[in-house]
């Protein structure tokens, strides 16, 4: 956009992109790269400190339960839901 910009010669327009730069578009990279760094962090975190990762057994637990929980929360939406609609 600057490039353009200074390509035409429009002083104006190069003024505004070089604002933009600063204002804008600098603070959403850093945002950007302050949120991908945390993506990252968490994610190593939790490879390195998986509290069952040594228990297959703890593992396989863990998952039926998570499926149960969700099963159970799916049928209290449907329900919800089939009692709204009557």
Same mark, same amino acid.
Do not use: C, W, Y
């Given at each position: 956009?600057?490039?353009?910009?200074?390509?035409?010669?429009?002083?104006?327009?190069?003024?505004?992109?070089?604002?933009?730069?600063?204002?804008?578009?600098?603070?959403? !990279?850093?945002?950007?790269?302050? /949120?991908?760094?945390?993506?990252?962090?968490?994610? &190593?975190?939790?490879? *390195?400190?998986? #509290?069952?990762?040594?228990?297959?057994?703890?593992?396989?637990? !863990?998952?039926?339960?998570?499926? /149960?929980?969700?099963?159970?929360?799916?049928?209290? &939406?449907?329900?919800? *839901?089939?009692? #709204?609609?009557?």
């Amino acid at each position: 956009m600057q490039a353009l910009s200074e390509v035409a010669g429009d002083t104006l327009k190069i003024q505004n992109t070089k604002r933009r730069i600063s204002q804008e578009v600098a603070p959403l !990279s850093k945002e950007i790269n302050t /949120s991908l760094k945390q993506l990252r962090t968490a994610s &190593t975190r939790d490879v *390195l400190f998986q #509290s069952n990762a040594g228990n297959p057994t703890q593992n396989t637990f !863990s998952t039926s339960t998570d499926n /149960s929980n969700a099963n159970q929360l799916f049928h209290e &939406t449907e329900r919800l *839901l089939m009692e #709204s609609q009557a």
